[in-house]
């Protein structure tokens, strides 16, 4: 239950950094990394899908834990988190910045 709570404060904390992001044009900024997305709107969709991931297992787990759903229901559902997740690192990942010499 404790790391549903986490889960649920983690989604909030990065889809909420999304939408403020999106909606006042303020830069994310990953400090101390040599990372950092190509566009602004590689972070907000960064935020927003893995925001949303982590906030779809929360919830099927939460769902799962009081009998809302079974369990071989659950594991369909979890397809949804698992997808969102490969797309956020696949596609909106912070990549490497590249110097030139």
Do not use: Y
């Not at 889960?7 to 040599?34: C, E, Q």
């Not at 779809?56 to 229901?73: H, K, Q, Y």
Request: with cysteine; aromatic share 8%.
């Amino acid at each position: 239950m404790i790391m549903n709570v986490l889960a649920l404060a983690l989604a909030a904390f990065l889809i909420g950094g999304g939408v403020w992001t999106l909606v006042t044009d303020t830069p994310i900024v990953l400090k101390g990394s040599r990372s950092a997305w190509r566009t602004q709107q590689e972070a907000i969709s960064f935020c927003l899908t893995f925001g949303g991931a982590i906030l779809t297992g929360a919830l099927v787990d939460i769902a799962r834990t009081a009998g809302w759903i079974g369990p071989s229901v659950a594991l369909l559902l979890l397809g949804v988190p698992v997808t969102l997740l490969l797309v956020a690192f696949i596609a909106f990942r912070p990549r490497r910045r590249v110097t030139a010499h």
